[in-house]
T-cell receptor, first 114, second 112 residues
């Protein structure tokens, strides 16, 4: 069985500061990993994904994430937060070669202070 | 439109009534998912359709919940005899089969 843990239900940063949202997973086989963003009253939008190949993945809006197999992590970062980054962020995992039903983390709400 | 379309966007109903929520996936997407999002609870998987295969209903919380997908396209999620704990946002997503999900904006259900 696979699981996803997002540490911190809320993360608060100042505008211009580094954003770090944590995601750890458990999977018995190599995973496919995703980050989604949800703005208020909207559906989820894909930020970035890791399937195979380069472990550092770049996404939209200046976000990136690094797959670290040894740490079973896929943390999301952005060098400089903007007010418009305030949203809910979800990490999701699929098992490669396994079920087509992803497991989502509980989400992290990013709060950006001026 | 090009995205996943859900209707209604908001639904207020009385306890005990039945409700139907509709999802129009992206054309050509073979997979369709329903999730429930309650405040502070993350995404709860409900049901998964893939092509003409039997759906995976393992996430449906009770027999009051059912879903169908007609012609491999439009899907309807039906909740019978609604309860207050059914109040949530119901999200639909479709996928071309490559594991990337495309979500609609959701249907917000309020049961009074």
């Amino acid at each position: 069985a696979q699981s996803v843990t997002q540490l911190g239900s809320h993360v608060s940063v100042s505008e211009g500061a580094l954003v770090l949202l944590r995601c750890n997973y458990s999977s018995s086989v190599p995973p496919y990993l995703f980050w989604y963003v949800q703005y208020p009253n909207q559906g989820l939008q894909l930020l970035l994904k890791y399937t195979t190949g380069a472990t550092l993945v770049k996404g939209i809006n200046g976000f990136e994430a690094e797959f670290k197999k040894s740490e079973t992590s896929f943390h999301l970062t952005k060098p400089s937060a903007h007010m418009s980054d305030a949203a809910e962020y979800f990490c999701a995992v699929f098992q490669a070669g396994g079920s087509y039903i992803p497991t989502f983390g509980r989400g992290t709400s990013l709060i950006v202070h001026p | 439109g090009a995205g996943v379309s859900q209707s209604p966007s908001n639904k207020v109903t009385e306890k005990g009534k039945d409700v139907e929520l509709r999802c129009d996936p992206i054309s050509g997407h073979t997979a369709l998912y329903w999730y429930r999002q309650s405040l502070g609870q993350g995404l709860e998987f409900l049901i998964y359709f893939q092509g003409n295969s039997a759906p995976d209903k393992s996430g449906l919380p009770s027999d009051r919940f059912s879903a169908e997908r007609t012609g491999g396209s439009v899907s309807t999620l039906t909740i019978q005899r609604t309860q207050q704990e059914d109040s949530a946002v119901y999200l639909c997503a479709s996928s071309p089969g490559g594991r990337e999900l495309f979500f609609g904006e959701g249907s917000r259900l309020t049961v009074l």
